[in-house]
């Protein structure tokens, strides 16, 4: 059974930072693309940014782009999201997603195994 947890959301002020983590276990990621969503109230799942199996080649959407950071640790199956400069808008639920090819795409049906979410609350 694929299973996928995240840690590190938690509250922080406008303008500092957050490092998200997602565990991976059940199977061997090897081959496998993952990212990160995340899904505010009353909004739909969005793509935030994901890495591609071997950790070489990234895809942010245009609010992530120059402040968060998406890397990978293949040893440990895990994978982390690095947020710098944080806005208010940017509160949601993070998930973190994992898909049984290597290629990044960014729409949420591409991904069939989904971790339970972590909130990420940034204050004004």
């Known amino acids: 059974q694929v299973q996928l947890v995240e840690s590190g959301g938690g509250l922080v002020q406008a303008g500092g930072s957050l490092t998200l983590s997602c565990a991976a276990s059940?199977?061997?990621?090897?081959?496998?693309?993952m990212g990160w969503f995340r899904q505010a109230p009353g909004k739909e799942r969005e793509f935030v940014a994901g890495?591609?199996?071997?950790?070489?080649?990234?895809l942010y959407a245009d609010s992530a782009k120059g402040r968060f950071t998406i890397s990978r640790d293949k040893a440990k199956n895990s994978v982390a999201l690095q947020m710098n400069s944080l806005k208010p808008e940017a509160t949601a639920v993070y998930y973190c997603?994992?898909?049984?090819?290597?290629?990044?795409?960014?729409?949420?049906?591409?991904?069939?195994?989904w971790g339970q979410g972590t909130q990420v609350t940034v204050s004004s």
């Open positions: 997603a994992a898909r049984a090819y290597g290629i990044v795409l960014p729409t949420t049906r591409s991904y069939p195994y």
């Open positions: 059940g199977r061997t990621f090897s081959g496998h693309a």
């Open positions: 890495v591609t199996w071997n950790g070489g080649n990234t």
